[in-house]
């Protein structure tokens, strides 16, 4: 799992609880010397807890950008893709900006999966 874009990662979760599973898991791949040799800046920590919360994940984005989530009903590629698609749309964003384009600007509309350009001189892309 490449810790790409990340900061920080900080794990809770209780061991004994059934609902950890995923958790237990994801920390076995983030702390992989392959995770780690794909940001070996990012700060990995964990806290083991004895009570009945659900286990949490809370991240920070090397832009400072913070999201946490509660992982009882979670499987670890679903901890993983939420993630990655976060990371992705970091990304993405940062292409497109570097590349001059205005995200605000930008405007697509669902006509019949095909891109047009509308009066207002934004594209129309269609599904």
């Known amino acids: 799992m490449p810790l790409r874009h990340l900061k920080k990662i900080h ?12 958790m237990r898991e994801f920390l076995n791949r983030i702390y992989s010397p392959r995770a780690q040799k794909s940001n070996p800046e990012c700060e990995v920590s964990h806290k083991i807890r004895a009570d009945e919360m ?28 939420k993630i990655k698609d976060i990371s992705d749309s970091m990304e ?11 995200l605000e600007e930008l405007k697509f509309e669902a ?5 047009k350009k509308s009066p207002s001189g934004s594209y129309k892309f269609v599904v």
Do not use: W, Y
């Not at 794990?11 to 995923?22: I, S």
């Open 11 to 22: 794990v809770q979760f209780n061991p004994m609880d059934h609902r950890a599973t995923a």
């Open 54 to 81: 659900p286990p949490v994940v809370a991240i920070e984005f090397e832009n400072g950008v913070k999201d946490q989530f509660n992982c009882h009903d979670l499987k670890v590629e679903d901890i993983a893709r």
């Open 92 to 102: 993405t964003k940062a292409n497109l900006k570097a590349s001059g384009i205005n």
């Open 111 to 115: 006509v019949d999966g095909k891109k």
